[in-house]
């Protein structure tokens, strides 16, 4: 007589079990994990944003003087990140629209936040110097003088981003 070979019922119903419960333990798991490679890119491209305002600034094609904002790094709600440089000697850059000239741009994920302090971080202006402006200037009265950044998300720690 042959013996039969393969699974029964119950070990297959065991085994699917088993697979469900390591996928409902696993899953949070991985969000955590791509929110947390979000947040390494985020940061990243902050700091990148910055280098290049910076640079943008210190460049100061049209010779604005200290009064006035040479860059800006502008956020908008939508998670995209903007460096723009002034448009002229007359005009500073800021983030309001026809604002300067974009440079440079990305983007970060929507389920990110940036801050700065307690408020949503959405423009930041560099005088000719590189030097983050410390006073509302006209074109940049959006912006503040706070150069500590946070970005936050839920399930990890929040990570701190300086503007020097």
């Known amino acids: 007589m042959k013996t039969a070979s393969g699974f029964t019922l119950v070990e297959i119903m065991i085994a699917i079990t088993l697979v469900g419960i390591l996928a409902m333990v696993g899953a949070p798991l991985t969000n955590s994990w791509s929110t947390s490679a ?67 741009k990305a983007s970060i994920s929507q389920t990110l936040a940036v801050k700065r302090g307690t408020t949503a971080f959405s423009c930041a202006c560099f005088d000719n110097k590189g030097q983050i402006l410390t006073s509302a200037v006209a074109a940049c009265s959006a912006c503040g003088a706070n150069t500590n950044l946070t970005l936050s998300a839920t399930g990890v720690d929040d990570e701190a981003v300086n503007i020097y």
């Open 38 to 104: 979000d947040m390494v890119t985020a940061r990243g491209v902050l700091r990148q944003a910055i280098t290049r305002a910076k640079t943008v600034a210190v460049r100061n094609e049209f010779g604005l003087t200290e009064n006035k904002s040479a860059a800006a790094i502008c956020i908008a709600s939508d998670k995209k990140i903007e460096v723009r440089r002034a448009n002229n000697s007359n005009n500073s850059a800021s983030c309001n629209t026809n604002g300067g000239t974009v440079v440079w």
